[in-house]
């Protein structure tokens, strides 16, 4: 199983809205939104800027990628953690360009 084996070529866009960053993910005119809250870190153990996710909104994308492949529990389950990092990792390189 390959990492990001859902999201892999879904098109995204990061938008930001003061301190909120949103990546949105596209796929057969559905739309899904993560949504992150950006703080400054308070730890000294680790300097910068820190992004919580506080909102997840894929419904209409799981539904479509289960429309292309009937997705189980267990898929669900994967799709779930590979949200979180997909999102993450969109938002952070996004971030360095």
Do not use: A, F, W
Not at 35 to 42: D, N, V
């Amino acid at each position: 199983m390959s990492k990001n084996m859902y999201l892999k070529n879904l098109s995204t866009d990061v938008t930001r809205d003061g301190d909120h960053l949103t990546v949105t993910y596209s796929l057969n005119g559905k739309q899904g939104t993560c949504k992150y809250l950006e703080k400054s870190s308070m730890s000294k153990l680790q300097p910068g800027v820190i992004h919580l996710l506080v909102e997840v909104g894929m419904t209409e994308i799981i539904e479509e990628l289960n429309k292309e492949t009937p997705l189980s529990d267990g898929d669900l389950t994967l799709l779930q953690m590979e949200i979180r990092e997909d999102s993450l990792d969109r938002l952070t390189r996004s971030l360095n360009v």
